[in-house]
Every structure is written in structure tokens, then in C-alpha cells.
């Protein structure tokens, strides 16, 4: 399989990373979880009480702030290390998707995480989801998609994985957090979510996860085809 790079955007929840994370597994290739670096980013920031709004603490908070991942060696997974310590289950939980989206405006902690991802996919055969993977990361991917959902079929999904790790928090809750940062990532001056022209668009509402899989795979033979 040649070496492609493969853009992944899309809404909040609709099962980017996982998907992502089970094509590059199947296709030997690297996956880079950009909205994970955001996250990292806005636990650092909550860490050490900086606002992302005012510019003297986000000079401070992108000056002290290291991100990087490593497999887990018992469970093969890559793991999210801010400044070292694994902070990967604290990143998923409600406190930071509440803060992320607010972090993930500005643009010098942008130009920041996108030039270490870039950095990241020098190599190629990389995918990697986010919000503007197709449009800023990387414009010149081979394939670029874009996931969407229904947001019913979203939050259950959401709810689903953080039972899974022992956070309760209820349908309307997920949903609302769901909703408004699908709003203010659309809606950012600084790169917003949308759907570049040459992307193509698979909605999961009803399709399974290995359906979601084996769609993409497809259009990566395709792509490599060509
Ligand atoms: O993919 P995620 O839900 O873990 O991302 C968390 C937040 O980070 C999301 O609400 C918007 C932001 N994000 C972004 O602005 N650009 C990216 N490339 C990835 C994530």
C-alpha cells in the first residue's frame, strides 16, 4: 500500500478517532489524534489556571506546553502525554470537552499544534482527524473525509464510551456540549470546521463501525490505485 495521507474532519462525536484509528491499523499507517493535542492543551491551560483568552498567559501556556504520545505497551493503544504524564483518560472526561473548543480559537495555540502536526505527517502514510486536517494540516492529502452523524446517534454513542470509563453524565447533557461545540468550531474566525470541496462525505447514522471501516479502506484502494 503506498503511502497516502489521509485527512479525516468532521463533527464532534461522530466516531472520527476510532474509525481512524481502525484504518490506519489495518493499513500499517500512523494515526494522529489532532483534537487530542487540543485537549491536552486545554487540561495544561485548567493545570496551571491560564486563560486562553488573554495574551500574555497563552505565551506562557504554549511556552511550557510539550505534547507527545506513545503506545501503551500492554494494550498496543497510543497515549496522550502532556509534559510527560499521561493525562490520556483525564482528556476524555466532560470538564475538558467544556473547555476545549474555547482553547481551539486562538490562533497562536493553533499555529502551535498545527505545525507539530505537520511535523507529525512529514513521513506520510499517516491519518489524522480533527477539524481542519483537509482545509490548514494538510490541504494536499490524497483523501480527505468528512464524517458526519446525526447528534441523537452521537451523544448515545458518547455516553456509551464514557460509561466505559466510568463517567455518567446524561443524553441531554452530551448532546448539548455536542451541539454547542459543533457551533463554535463551525463557527471560529481561525480555521472553523467545514467540509473542503474535494472531501467526501460519509454520514455513520446508520452504518456499523466496520461498515464506517471498510468504506474508507475502499476509497484509500482507489485512491492508491490512480
Ligand atoms: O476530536 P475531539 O472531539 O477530541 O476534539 C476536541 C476539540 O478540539 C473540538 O471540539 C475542536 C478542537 N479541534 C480543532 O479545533 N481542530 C482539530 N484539528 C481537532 C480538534
Given at each position: 500500500m503506498n503511502k497516502i495521507v489521509i485527512a479525516i474532519d468532521g463533527y464532534s462525536g461522530c466516531g472520527k478517532s476510532s474509525t481512524a484509528k481502525e484504518v490506519a491499523k489495518k493499513l500499517g499507517f500512523t494515526y494522529i489524534d489532532s483534537g487530542a493535542m487540543y485537549r491536552a492543551t486545554a487540561l495544561h491551560f485548567l493545570n496551571k489556571n491560564l486563560s486562553p483568552l488573554r495574551a500574555a498567559d497563552v505565551a506562557e501556556g504554549l511556552k511550557s506546553l510539550q505534547i507527545s504520545f506513545q503506545q501503551n505497551p500492554t494494550t498496543h493503544q497510543?497515549?496522550?502525554?502532556?509534559?510527560?504524564?499521561?493525562?490520556?483518560?483525564?482528556?476524555?472526561?466532560?470538564?475538558?470537552?467544556?473547555?476545549?473548543?474555547?482553547?481551539?480559537?486562538?490562533?497562536?495555540?493553533?499555529?502551535?499544534?498545527?505545525?507539530?502536526?505537520?511535523?507529525?505527517?512529514?513521513?506520510?502514510?499517516?491519518?489524522?482527524?480533527?477539524?481542519?486536517?483537509?482545509?490548514?494540516?494538510?490541504?494536499?492529502?490524497?483523501?480527505?473525509?468528512?464524517?458526519?452523524?446525526?447528534?441523537?446517534?452521537?451523544?448515545?454513542?458518547?455516553?456509551?464510551?464514557?460509561?466505559?470509563?466510568?463517567?455518567?453524565?446524561?443524553?441531554?447533557?452530551?448532546?448539548?456540549?455536542?451541539?454547542?461545540?459543533?457551533?463554535?468550531?463551525?463557527?471560529?474566525?481561525?480555521?472553523?470546521?467545514?467540509?473542503?470541496?474535494?472531501?467526501?462525505?460519509?454520514?455513520?447514522?446508520s452504518l456499523t463501525f466496520s461498515e464506517q471501516v471498510e468504506q474508507i479502506i475502499d476509497l484509500v484502494k482507489k485512491v492508491t490505485l490512480n
Open positions: 497510543q497515549e496522550t502525554y502532556l509534559n510527560g504524564v499521561n493525562v490520556e483518560d483525564e482528556i476524555r472526561t466532560m470538564r475538558i470537552s467544556e473547555r476545549v473548543s474555547e482553547v481551539a480559537t486562538v490562533k497562536e495555540i493553533r499555529a502551535a499544534l498545527v505545525a507539530q502536526q505537520q511535523k507529525l505527517g512529514q513521513q506520510k502514510g499517516v491519518v489524522m482527524d480533527g477539524r481542519d486536517i483537509g482545509s490548514v494540516v494538510f490541504p494536499e492529502a490524497e483523501l480527505k473525509l468528512f464524517m458526519t452523524a446525526d447528534v441523537e446517534t452521537r451523544a448515545k454513542r458518547r455516553q456509551l464510551e464514557l460509561l466505559g470509563k466510568g463517567e455518567q453524565a446524561s443524553l441531554e447533557e452530551i448532546k448539548l456540549n455536542l451541539e454547542t461545540r459543533d457551533e463554535v468550531d463551525s463557527n471560529r474566525t481561525e480555521s472553523p470546521l467545514l467540509k473542503v470541496s474535494d472531501a467526501i462525505e460519509i454520514d455513520t447514522s
